[in-house]
């Protein structure tokens, strides 16, 4: 039979949307970002992303017992995520461990895809942070060598590290073109932004998440960042430019699964991620927040989605 009944629940509504034609489309918005961690990194970055994505996809099919190891492309998307949060010059065990963790523990273990509360590629990254710390913080991330991928690495720390006359030294236009010592995804607010447009284009995320995300981080860094650069605006900027704020914003604080679902939800959780990023960076003893905020706004996801449920139609109250 060429015409099939197809009977679903209600509402019946059918959208050519596939899981994996969404999941294409992150690959899509991860290219540009890709090739400039190449161009400024070199042949480990490339390494480092190949071993998370191949760990990623090896684990998820033996996991569900599939011969397929592209599947419904989530996996990979899981795994080259997990890549764009680590320094280049990481161990390859690391970025392997990682992906496995993310795809056992964040995804398999709550039910698969749709079902996970945290982000997967975060989680794996939060159990790589506590256990080999000294590979994830202080002078390891590599200073950016552009076109010559086999250079010898040098690693310093990162703008969010450095303090006074050195934090000066960083403009903000490197910072914006990617040309600054980092983890592989969150050098180019550039490339980010390309990618998280096609994402928008593409109605795969909603403006509010990182909308309120980086208007939180843009007011608080403005207010309490300590007059960075001489200026306000400037400071603001900086803290919107440095660490994870662009990558966490753009792709994993608007996870469909572990994000809320209605329009008010959103920009709780928007400015939740934000609030917590800056307290982290402020106050905290941790340069960089993004990751354990966004991991920590996902905990309470249910609760925000409890709470802002529109009301019925001619719903009447008690």
């Known amino acids: 039979m060429e015409n099939k009944l197809v009977i679903t629940p209600s509402p019946h509504i059918r959208t050519p949307e596939t899981t994996k034609a ?21 042949y480990q970055a490339l390494v480092t992303m190949v071993v998370a994505v191949l760990a990623a996809m090896i684990t998820e099919a033996v996991v569900l017992r599939k011969k397929d190891l592209i599947s419904d492309g989530s996996a990979a998307v899981t795994g080259l995520l997990l890549a764009m949060t680590l320094p280049a010059t990481v161990p390859w065990w690391m970025p392997a461990i990682g992906s496995v963790v993310a795809i056992i523990l964040g995804k398999q273990m709550f039910g698969g895809l749709g079902n996970n509360a945290f982000n997967p590629a975060l989680v794996g990254r939060a159990v790589l942070v506590v256990s080999w710390a ?41 910072m914006f ?32 998440v990182p909308g309120c995300f980086f208007a939180t981080v843009f007011l608080m860094g403005a207010i309490f960042g300590g007059g960075i650069y001489e200026n306000l605006v400037l400071t603001g900027v900086f803290h919107l430019l440095a660490g994870g704020v662009m990558i966490g914003a753009l792709f994993m604080a608007t996870d469909m699964v572990t994000s809320p679902v209605t329009g008010l939800g ?53």
């Open 177 to 208: 073109l990617g040309n600054i010592g980092g983890s592989l995804g969150e050098t180019s607010a550039l490339a980010l932004l390309i990618g998280g447009f096609w994402l928008f284009f593409r109605g795969h995320i909603d403006w509010r």
């Open 134 to 174: 000294t590979h994830m913080a202080g002078d390891v991330w590599p200073v950016p060598k552009p076109f010559s991928p086999f250079a010898d690495v040098v690693t310093a720390a990162t703008p969010l590290e450095k303090e006074g006359a050195e934090l000066l030294e960083v403009p903000l236009m490197d």
């Open 22 to 42: 969404i999941m294409m489309d992150v690959l899509i918005a991860l290219f540009p970002v890709v090739v400039v961690a190449v161009l400024l990194f070199g």
């Open 266 to 318: 959103k920009v709780i959780f928007g400015v939740g991620c934000g609030l917590i990023t800056m307290i982290i960076r402020l106050w905290g003893n941790y340069p960089e927040g993004v990751m354990f905020a966004i991991l920590l706004m996902n905990a309470v996801t249910p609760i925000i989605d409890r709470f802002t449920v529109p009301r019925k139609f001619g719903e009447v109250k008690e």
